[in-house]
């Protein structure tokens, strides 16, 4: 996610901005950490590492019943200063990546989707926006 967030911020990319992405699926998360988390909040916080310096993108990634993994967040949000963010608060964020512990990251930075359960299970959804 955070690779096509990169590639179409790049200015010599053919799409024309503001660019709207949306991709459904599931990801795969291989826990060997001791954190809480989900796979949306693990792609959030990988893509956000990725993403740090890149202006004007934005990747959400959530799931539509409302509840990702064992926790109450259905997903999380990331953009370009997420990680300058986290920093400045004494977070790194590749320590939460190794523990998969995207939950206990997310939660102290507010950055945690939280709509409540759902009652519909379709898909997983990313959404990327470059402006």
Known sequence: MASIAKEVADSSCA???PVGLVA????VVTVI???VGGRNQELALS??????GIEGAVIASLCTDGVDGPTDAAGAIVD???VERAMRLGLNPE???AENDSY????KLGDLIVTGPTGTNVNDISVIVIL
């Open 80 to 82: 370009g200063k997420t």
């Open 47 to 52: 893509a956000g590492v990725r993403l740090q």
């Open 95 to 97: 320590e939460y990546l």
């Open 104 to 107: 206990g990251f997310f939660s």
């Open 15 to 17: 799409f024309p901005k």
């Open 24 to 27: 459904g699926g599931e990801t």
């Open 33 to 35: 950490g001791k954190g």
